[in-house]
C-alpha cells in the first residue's frame, strides 16, 4: 500500500519527498481510524487526496461500501466474498429499525428504497442508478439488489401466492443468465461486460409484494456479432452453443468440434460465463420451449457460417465479386441454416438495388468486396439485434405483471459508465451523451436543485460551486445546432461528404461552445468534446454512416422470404414494419438515425427518472486488471473525478439533504408535541388534536405555522434527550432552516426528529396496550366470575340430584329390608309358635296322605315336641348307635317302624346336627342345634363372612321336657 501512495505523487526534490513522507506518515498513522468513516462526508476536509485515503483504508480492511452523502460508493472486491450477500444479511437489513445505522450496503439503499415506496411519500416510485466504468461492478450490484427485493418483497401471505412469487421472482432473476449471455461479452476491461444499457422496473403491487417486472434495454452493441476488437470476444451465446452442444446438437447447427469461425475469436479462453446448460434453464424457465430454443440456437450457428463466406476483389466492376473457394461450403450451410434460398443470398450479397426515377425504376449495381463484406456483416447485426429484442420482449411477456396488480415500482438502472478511448466513435459518443444525461440527473436533483432552492425558500446559504454540464449537453444535443443535429443533417442529405468535411462542420457551427475543442496534434479528422468528466476526442470518420446504420431494403426482403419459424417472427411481411423499413430517399420525414433514436429512449428513461426519487451507486473499480487487494489510486482517482463525486460530498455535507413541505413535515410530526406538552405546555395551542386531524382548507392554513413551530419547539427537548442517552453526535443541535414552504435538515435532524416520533409512537402503543389489557383483565375477571358461579350452581345441583337419588335408594332398602325382616320374623314365628295347628296339613311330610287324619295330628304334635329330643339323642356322641338308635329316634318320634318318612326325619336329623348341649341347674337342658326343619328360622337376611347362619337354640324344661322353646339367634345379638 506504501508503495502506491509513493508511486502515485513521485517527486524527486527533497522538499516533495519530505511532504509526502510527512503525508503519508500521517496517512498511514490515521489510516485506523480512517477505515472506520463509514461516511465520505466526515472525512475532514472533503478532497480528493482525503476522500481517496479513506477509501483506500477501507478497501484494505475489506470495506467495499462507503456512503458519500446521497450517495453510495462500491468498491469492487475483484474476489468472491460470499458472506457480504448472504440472505441473513439481507434478512439484518431488512429486519433493522434504522438499515441506515448500520454498515453502508447495497442493501441498505435497497432497504431504504424499500421503505419509501412503503412510506407511500410523494414520489413513491424509487429509482437506483447504478453506474461506473466497464467492470467496477453494475451488473452485480443489480444482480444482488433483484436477488435482494425477490428476498424481502416476497410474499409471506398465503402458501399459493408465495408460491406464485416466487415463480414469478426467480423468472426475473432467471432473466439475468440470458441476458448476459445474449447481451455480455468478454472486453479488454471485463470478462462480463454488458454491452446493452438496462433499466429493469421491479414492480410491486399495493402490499408492496413483487409481482413482476419489466425490461428496457438501450443501445445494444451489435457491431460486435461482425466486428470484435483484438483479444476481446463476441457475445457469450455463440461461445456456448459451440462448446455446450450436444453431438447430434452439432451435426444439426453444423458445428463440429473444433472448426473455427472467424466470428468467433479467442474460442480457446475459457470463461464462466460459457455455461450453456445454465442459458438454457433460464430460457426454459422464461417459457421458451426446447424447440424454440433450438430454432434461436440454428439461427446463431447461421450467422456463425455467414462470417464464414469471403468474397474475392472483382476485375471489372460491373461483375460482381466471386464467393471465395473455401467460402461456398460457408453460405450453404449458412442459406440451409437461416432457411434462405442460397443463389439469392448470394445474390443480394454482391448486388445493390437501387431505385430511381418517378416510376422507382430498379437498378441492380455489383457491390465491390469491401461492400459485400459490409452487406453480410449488416445481415448479421440485423437478425442479431431483431433475435435480442424479440427476446427481451419474451422475457418481458414472462415477468411483466398486468398492469392493475401493480401499483408501484423501484427502477434498476444499469448504464454503461463512462467511455473514453484512443479512438472513439459513435458508441462512445451515445454512451457518454447517456452519462451527462445522467450526471445532469444527478446534480438537478441532488446540487443544482437543492441549492436553487435554497435561494427560493430565503435560506441563508454559502454557495458551492458545482460543475453544470448543461454546456456540454448543449454542444451534444442543442437545439438549432449541436453534434448530433450536425450529424443527423448529414445523414438526411444523404451526400458524400468525408471525415474532414464533417470536422470542419462541427468546429465552424459550433465554434462559440465553451466545451468543444480540437487535438492539433491528431492525425485523423476529430473533434473533442470536454465532458464532465474529461475531455474525449471523437473521430469523424464512419461517423455519418454509423449514425445512419444503414439497411439495404433487399436484405429485409430476403430475410422475409425465410422458411425458418423464427425468422419469419422476427421479420414479418408486415407492410407497416416495411414502411418503416424502407424510408424512401426522396422522403422529407426526419430520418431515424441511431442517433435519434438513442436520444428518444434516452429522454423516455430521463422522464421516467424525474417521477421516481432516484438513489445512486457509484461503482469504482480498483485496478483495471480486475485483481484482488490492488488499489491503484490513480486509476481510482480518475473514477471519483469522472462520477463527480466530491462535489457530491462536499454540498451534501454542508447542505440540508432534506426537504420537506411544511404541510406533510406537521402531519408527520405533530405529535411530537405529546414529548414536549409533558415537559413543557406548548406555547400555542390553537390547533385541533391528533385525533381531529380533518381541518377545514381555512382554518388548515391560519393553523399551520402555529403548529410548525409547536413542532420546531420540541427540538431542543429531543437533542437533550439524546444528549441524555450519550449520543454526542446528536447532542449537538443539529441545524434546522424553516424555509417559506418547506422545512430543511440536516440528516442527523431527520434522525432525531425519527427517533422522537418513534418514541411518541412506543408511548401511545404502550398506553393502547395497557388499556387493552385492562380491558381484557375485566372482562377475564368477569368471565371468571360468571363461571364459578355456573360451576357452583351446577355442582350444588348435580350434589342435591345425588343425595335425592342415594336417598330414595336407602329408603327403598330400608323399606325392603324392614318389610322383609318383618316378613321373616313372621313366618319363623309362624313357624314356631302357634302355627303348628294351622300348618300342620301343609308339613310337607311323605306319606301324609296315606295317614289318617288323627294318625296325622298326633304324628305332628309328636313331631314337633319330640324331635329336639329326638335329635339330642340321635346326636349324642356315645351310647346310641346304629338300630339302637334308629329305635329311640322312632320311639321319641313316635313313628311307625319301617315308614319311609322315619328315614327322611333321620336323615334331616342327622343333617341338623346338634353343636351344644348345657344342662342347666334347675334341670332343664339347653342345647343347640346347628339346622332346624324349619324353612325360615335359619335363613340369614345379612349373610356376611363373620356371620353364623342362623341356628336354633332349643330349651328343654325339666318341669315340662315335652314343650319345647325354639327361637333364632344371631351372633350380633348373643
Ligand atoms: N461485489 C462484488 N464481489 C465480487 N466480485 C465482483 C463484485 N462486483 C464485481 N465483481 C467482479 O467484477 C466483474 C465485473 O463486474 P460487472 O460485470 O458487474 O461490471 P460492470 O460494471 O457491469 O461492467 P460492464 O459495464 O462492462 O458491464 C464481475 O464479473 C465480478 O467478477
Not at 410530526?669 to 405546555?681: D, H, Q, T, V, W
Request: aromatic share 8%; glycine share 4%.
Amino acid at each position: 500500500m506504501a508503495s502506491q501512495v509513493n508511486g502515485h505523487s513521485s517527486g524527486s526534490d527533497a522538499h516533495g519527498g519530505k511532504s509526502l513522507r510527512e503525508d503519508l506518515q500521517q496517512f498511514l498513522g490515521g489510516e485506523a481510524l480512517l477505515h472506520e468513516l463509514d461516511d465520505l462526508t466526515k472525512v475532514n476536509p472533503v478532497t480528493l487526496e482525503t476522500v481517496l485515503r479513506c477509501l483506500q483504508a477501507r478497501y484494505a480492511a475489506d470495506m467495499f461500501y462507503t456512503s458519500a452523502g446521497c450517495t453510495l460508493v462500491a468498491l469492487n472486491p475483484f474476489k468472491p466474498v460470499p458472506q457480504l450477500y448472504s440472505p441473513a444479511l439481507m434478512g439484518e437489513y431488512h429486519a433493522a429499525p434504522q438499515p441506515q445505522k448500520l454498515r453502508p450496503h447495497i442493501f441498505s439503499v435497497g432497504e431504504q428504497t424499500y421503505r419509501n415506496v412503503q412510506s407511500l411519500i410523494e414520489p413513491v416510485n424509487q429509482s437506483i442508478i447504478v453506474s461506473g466504468e466497464s467492470g467496477a461492478g453494475k451488473t452485480w450490484t443489480s444482480r444482488c439488489l433483484m436477488k435482494f427485493y425477490a428476498v424481502v418483497a416476497a410474499s409471506p401471505t398465503s402458501l399459493e401466492s408465495h408460491k406464485i412469487a416466487e415463480r414469478i421472482e426467480q423468472r426475473i432473476l432467471n432473466s439475468n443468465p440470458v441476458m448476459e449471455a445474449f447481451g455480455n461479452a468478454c472486453t479488454l476491461r471485463n470478462n462480463n461486460s454488458s454491452r446493452f444499457g438496462k433499466f429493469i422496473q421491479l414492480q410491486l403491487n399495493s402490499a408492496h409484494q413483487m409481482t413482476g417486472a419489466a425490461v428496457q434495454t438501450y443501445l445494444l452493441e451489435k457491431t460486435r456479432v461482425a466486428c470484435q476488437a483484438s483479444s476481446e470476444r463476441n457475445f457469450h451465446i455463440f461461445y456456448q452453443i459451440c462448446k455446450g452442444a450436444s453431438v447430434d446438437e452439432r451435426l444439426q447447427w453444423h458445428l463440429p468440434e473444433g472448426a473455427s469461425f472467424s466470428w468467433l475469436p479467442n474460442p480457446e479462453r475459457i470463461l464462466e460465463e460459457d455455461c450453456f446448460q445454465v442459458t438454457r434453464e433460464a430460457m426454459l424457465h422464461l417459457g421458451i420451449d426446447i424447440p424454440t430454443q433450438n430454432n434461436i440456437f440454428q439461427v446463431l450457428a447461421g450467422l456463425l457460417h455467414l462470417g464464414n463466406i469471403r468474397f474475392a476483389d472483382s476485375e471489372d466492376e460491373a461483375q460482381p465479386c466471386q464467393l471465395m473457394d473455401n467460402a461456398k461450403c460457408s453460405i450453404r450451410t449458412s442459406a440451409s441454416l437461416l432457411q434462405l434460398p442460397e443463389d439469392p443470398l448470394l445474390e443480394t450479397l454482391q448486388i445493390r438495388t437501387i431505385r430511381a426515377g418517378r416510376q422507382q425504376q430498379v437498378f441492380r449495381k455489383p457491390c465491390s468486396q469491401a461492400e459485400c463484406d459490409t452487406r453480410r456483416d449488416c445481415l448479421a447485426k440485423l437478425v442479431y439485434a431483431r433475435l435480442f429484442d424479440w427476446l427481451v420482449s419474451v422475457i418481458n411477456s414472462s415477468i411483466c405483471a398486468d398492469l392493475d396488480s401493480w401499483t408501484t415500482f423501484i427502477g434498476l438502472l444499469d448504464v454503461y459508465g463512462f467511455e473514453s478511448f484512443p479512438n472513439n466513435s459513435l458508441e462512445q459518443l451515445c454512451i457518454n451523451y447517456a452519462n451527462e444525461k445522467l450526471q445532469q440527473h444527478f446534480v438537478a436533483h441532488y446540487l443544482r436543485a437543492q441549492q436553487e432552492e435554497y435561494a427560493v425558500e430565503g435560506l441563508d446559504w454559502s454557495f458551492v460551486n458545482y460543475q453544470d454540464n448543461q454546456a456540454c449537453l448543449d454542444l451534444i444535443e442543442g437545439s438549432p445546432i449541436s453534434i448530433c443535429s450536425l450529424i443527423n443533417e448529414e445523414c438526411r442529405l444523404n451526400r458524400p461528404s468525408s471525415a474532414a468535411q464533417l470536422q470542419t462542420r462541427i468546429e465552424s457551427a459550433l465554434a462559440g461552445s465553451p466545451r468543444l475543442g480540437h487535438n492539433r496534434l491528431s492525425q485523423k479528422p476529430s473533434f473533442v468534446v470536454v465532458h464532465y468528466a474529461g475531455p474525449v476526442q471523437y473521430h469523424t470518420a464512419g461517423l455519418v454512416e454509423k449514425n445512419k446504420d444503414p439497411v439495404p431494403p433487399e436484405l429485409t426482403r430476403l430475410l422475409q422470404q425465410s422458411q425458418d419459424r423464427l425468422l419469419k417472427v422476427l421479420f414479418p411481411t408486415d407492410p407497416e414494419v416495411k414502411s418503416q423499413e424502407e424510408p424512401s430517399g426522396q422522403s422529407r420525414a426526419p430520418v431515424l438515425t441511431v442517433v435519434s433514436k438513442f436520444k428518444a429512449s434516452l429522454e423516455q428513461l430521463l422522464q421516467v427518472l424525474h417521477s421516481t426519487t432516484p438513489h445512486y451507486i457509484r461503482c469504482i473499480k480498483p485496478n483495471s486488471q480486475g485483481q484482488a487487494h490492488t488499489f491503484l489510486q490513480e486509476e481510482v482517482l480518475s473514477q471519483l473525478e469522472a462520477c463527480g463525486l466530491v462535489e457530491t460530498i462536499h454540498i451534501s455535507a454542508a447542505g440540508f439533504p432534506i426537504r420537506i413541505p411544511h404541510q406533510n413535515f406537521v402531519e408527520r410530526y405533530k405529535l411530537l408535541r405529546r414529548l414536549c406538552a409533558r415537559i413543557s405546555p406548548a406555547p400555542h395551542s390553537p390547533f385541533p388534536d391528533e385525533g381531529h386531524s380533518e381541518w377545514s382548507p381555512h382554518t388548515k392554513a391560519a393553523t399551520l405555522q402555529p403548529l410548525l413551530q409547536d413542532i420546531l419547539h420540541t427540538l431542543p427537548a429531543l437533542t437533550q434527550a439524546a444528549a441524555t442517552l450519550g449520543d454526542p453526535a446528536k447532542a449537538t443541535p443539529a441545524p434546522v432552516h424553516c424555509g417559506r414552504t418547506k422545512v430543511f435538515m440536516t440528516d442527523s435532524m431527520l434522525e432525531l426528529l425519527e427517533r422522537g416520533r418513534a418514541q411518541v409512537l412506543e408511548q401511545c402503543a404502550y398506553c393502547i396496550q395497557r388499556s387493552w389489557r385492562r380491558h381484557r383483565h375485566r372482562r377475564q375477571e368477569r368471565q371468571r366470575r360468571a363461571a364459578t358461579l355456573i360451576q357452583a350452581a351446577l355442582r350444588s345441583w348435580l350434589a342435591r340430584k345425588h343425595i335425592q337419588r342415594m336417598h330414595a335408594a336407602a329408603t327403598a332398602i330400608k323399606r325392603t329390608w324392614q318389610n322383609w325382616r318383618i316378613r321373616m320374623a313372621f313366618l319363623a314365628s309362624k313357624e314356631l309358635d302357634g302355627v303348628q295347628e294351622k300348618h300342620v296339613f301343609q308339613v310337607p311330610l311323605p306319606s301324609a296322605s296315606l295317614l289318617r287324619p288323627q294318625a296325622q295330628t298326633s304324628l305332628l304334635a309328636a313331631v314337633i315336641r319330640l324331635w329336639p329330643l329326638g335329635l339330642v339323642l340321635a346326636n349324642a356322641a356315645g351310647g346310641v348307635h346304629g338300630f339302637q338308635r334308629k329305635l329311640v329316634v322312632w320311639a321319641c318320634l313316635q313313628l311307625p317302624m319301617g315308614r319311609p318318612s322315619s328315614s327322611m326325619v333321620q336323615m334331616a336329623q342327622e343333617q341338623a346336627g346338634v353343636t351344644s348341649i348345657r344342662a342347666l341347674p334347675q334341670g332343664s337342658v339347653k342345647f343347640h342345634c346347628r339346622k332346624s326343619p324349619l324353612p325360615y328360622a335359619d335363613i340369614c337376611p345379612e349373610p356376611s363372612p363373620y356371620s353364623v347362619t342362623g341356628f336354633n337354640q332349643i330349651l328343654l324344661e325339666r318341669h315340662s321336657l315335652g314343650h319345647v322353646v325354639c327361637h333364632q339367634e344371631y351372633p350380633h345379638l348373643v
